[in-house]
């Protein structure tokens, strides 16, 4: 089974700084099966970013996506208020089917 | 619009049974596949389950492989998990998800593009 660590667990940035969220796999992945999701508190999680750099529709292009084999990165240039929240990557594949990392938190310092 | 409103939650007790409704609109739901995902309190995500559009492929996470079940009504529009011998473990909110998979060119891409608010299952005596 693949797994997927997110690093930092916890991120304190300031509105305006840049955040890089990292997914590592544990073993190579195909980058179009990596996904990114945004969850707010009392939200459903959003799709971001999919296939490791493709933006979902109406996500702003602060956000991006880059990676491969088993080092990805969620990218947020310049941080605004509402990005504050909790951030996923996803994995497709076999036994299970899809996997998620455990969460990175992006709070505001 | 697409829209995806999950119902049927609730309390039960440990050992007992629940059934989940997913009620899909704004899409051709016959044409996607569906997806069960939860989330405990506190905790992160984890997959549940997964039904292909016509039934045919079915897909269970081993924590819930034997006890639940995945099901669909393309003429209603509607995805079901219907959850047995539920345990303490298994109270979480239950989202339902449409899965966008598919190929373009040399590559084929899976996520989940749209996802229902919720249902709060819980699990206690």
């Known amino acids: 089974e693949i797994v997927l660590t997110q690093s930092p667990g916890t991120l304190s940035l300031s509105p305006g700084e840049r955040a890089a969220l990292s997914c590592r796999a544990s073993q190579s992945i195909s980058n179009s099966y990596l996904s990114w999701y945004q969850q707010k508190p009392g939200q459903a999680p959003r799709l971001l970013i999919y296939?490791?750099?493709s933006r979902a529709t109406g996500i702003p292009d602060r956000f991006s996506g880059s990676g491969s084999g088993t080092d990805f990165t969620l990218t947020i240039r310049r941080l605004e208020p509402e990005d504050f929240a909790v951030y996923y990557c996803q994995r497709y594949g076999s036994s299970p089917m899809y996997t998620f990392g455990q969460g990175t938190k992006l709070e505001i310092k | 619009e697409v829209q995806l409103v999950e119902s049927g939650g609730g309390l039960v007790q440990p050992g007992g049974s629940l059934r989940l409704s997913c009620a899909a609109s704004?899409?051709?739901?016959?044409?996607?596949?569906m997806n069960w995902v939860r989330q405990a309190p506190g905790k992160g995500l984890e997959w549940v389950s997964y039904?292909?559009?016509?039934?045919?492929?079915?897909y269970y996470a081993d924590s819930v492989k034997g006890r639940f079940t995945i099901s669909r009504d393309n003429a209603k529009n509607s995805l079901f998990l219907k959850m047995n011998s539920l345990r303490d473990e298994d109270t979480a909110v239950y989202y339902c998800?449409?899965?966008?998979?598919?190929?373009?060119?040399?590559?084929?891409?899976?996520?989940?593009?749209?996802w229902g608010q919720g249902n709060l299952v819980t699990v206690s005596s």
């Open positions: 998800a449409r899965d966008r998979g598919y190929c373009s060119g040399d590559s084929c891409y899976y996520y989940f593009d749209f």
């Open positions: 704004g899409f051709t739901f016959s044409s996607y596949g």
């Open positions: 296939g490791a750099s």
């Open positions: 039904i292909s559009s016509s039934s045919n492929n079915i």
